[in-house]
């Protein structure tokens, strides 16, 4: 095997993508966790931790800057530097995400109101698509990839279904304004961190087989 | 220049300047060069890289009318000095030039040939060879033909026969000139990885007309035009982001 050096520094980048996807998934969780259960000290954590995602961006996108720069990577290679650029971005988007959701755990009021059936839903396969693409990069599973990104559907449906009980909902009763209100930004960003998600999943089919894919 | 590097200065030059007669050919070069590091000279044809690099084991002693001012001090030793015995500063910084250049006899006395000189006994050669042919990771290949020719092998595994051959007389630093410009990538791949693992052990320089390859490799890497050094820096920082704008005209293509 030659080029050993060129070869480990593609598996650390691979390294660094994987560990950052972990970290954004277990930010998504905890932050709908913390807003379920009021758990104010784990959406604090959920917003301090953002740093360590934040400092994973910025070692992936300097990584990625020397390979391009020192080793011309091509072929299945360039494939997978310039994904993994593109999966860093979405990747530290979500995490962003789920530091809104902390926020607004800290801005709610008490009780909440009923819509959390379907918010529960979309946040499980938000959390589930943003899992299984970090899965499918770490395996170059293109199926799994093309599979994960097709849950979108469900996630814009439940998005839309819920949006509008809740807009329903707070016109008939103003008291739930406040609550409903932060309610709304949650379903859009549990809608975005599927999109992220999604975007992952078409880099991954990219890098699997060169084909710009539109799964979103 | 400053000494930050981690394991310290192995070569350190300063106000070197060269002449050919009348020609001017390096203008006041300081550089150090850091032990246990590649680092690379880059730079157009008839920049200096290449004199340059022969000034640091004596090579342009040997041109009529060569003049050299400024110092080269090897672990604190001053190279030009009148009592530096050449022969023995050539075996402490051992050369492998563009062309392999074998001796015309067998595997193993190619290797051979350097301890032999150097008055090592009979029955430790076996062993330097052995030793050396795994460091230049040529063993594996040549094991059970040590008595063949060196000029059967093919040209990278001449080359790398060169490269055992420097490592038999155990040298402290090694210049490489142009190392893998007469062989295909796979050889130049195999030369490279090995220039990788060797810097676990010694000091190499390489002057390469491949910017590529000098990216891929080295630690340090410095930029020479019309004899000056225009920049040296950690490879990584020349070609992500160089500081003279000579240098990025250079290593991107935009030169003339």
Known sequence: MTREQYLQHLQILKRYITEMGERSCQSVSDSMISLIT???ELAEKVIQKDMIIDEYYLKI???????????????GDMRLVTSCLKIAVDLERAS????????????????????????LKMSELGKEMLQHSIVAFDTLDEELARKTAAKDDEV?????????ELIEMMSGDRSIINNGSYLLFVLRYLERIADHACNICESVVYMASGERANLN | MSDDFANGTEIA??????????NHALHDISINIPKNSVTAFIGPSGCGKSTFLRCLNRMNDLIPGCRIE?????????????????????????????????FPMSIHDNIAYGPRIHGIKKKEIDGIVE???KAGALWGEVSDRMGISALDLSGGQQQRLCIART??????????????????????????????????????????????????????????????????????????????????????????
């Not at chain 2, 030793?77 to 074998?102: A, H, T, W």
């Open chain 2, 167 to 256: 490592l038999a007389v155990k040298p402290e630093v090694i210049l490489f000139d142009e190392p893998c410009s007469s062989l295909d990538p796979i050889s130049t791949g195999k030369i490279e990885d090995l220039i990788l693992k060797l810097k676990k052990d010694y000091t190499i320089v390489i002057v390469t007309h491949n910017m590529q390859q000098a990216a891929r490799i080295s630690d340090y890497t410095a930029f020479f035009l019309l004899g000056d050094l225009i920049e040296f820096g950690k490879t990584g920082q020349i070609f992500e982001n160089p500081r003279e704008k000579a240098t990025e005209d250079y290593i991107t293509g935009r030169f003339g």
């Open chain 1, 156 to 164: 814009d449906r439940l998005f839309y279904v819920s949006q509008k």
């Open chain 1, 38 to 40: 009021q758990d104010m």
């Open chain 1, 61 to 75: 996108e300097k990584c990625i800057s020397q390979l391009i720069a020192r080793q011309s990577p091509t072929a």
């Open chain 2, 70 to 102: 400024g110092d080269v001090n090897i672990n604190g030793e001053d190279i030009y000095s009148k009592d530096v015995d050449v022969v023995d500063l050539r075996k402490r910084v051992g050369m492998v030039f563009q062309k392999p250049n074998p």
């Open chain 2, 131 to 133: 030793g050396a042919l």
């Open chain 2, 13 to 22: 030059v300063k106000g070197l300047n060269l002449w050919y007669g009348k």
């Open chain 1, 96 to 119: 962003d995400l789920a530091v809104d959701i902390a926020r607004i755990t800290k801005c709610i009021e008490e009780k909440h109101t009923k819509p959390f059936s379907n918010v």
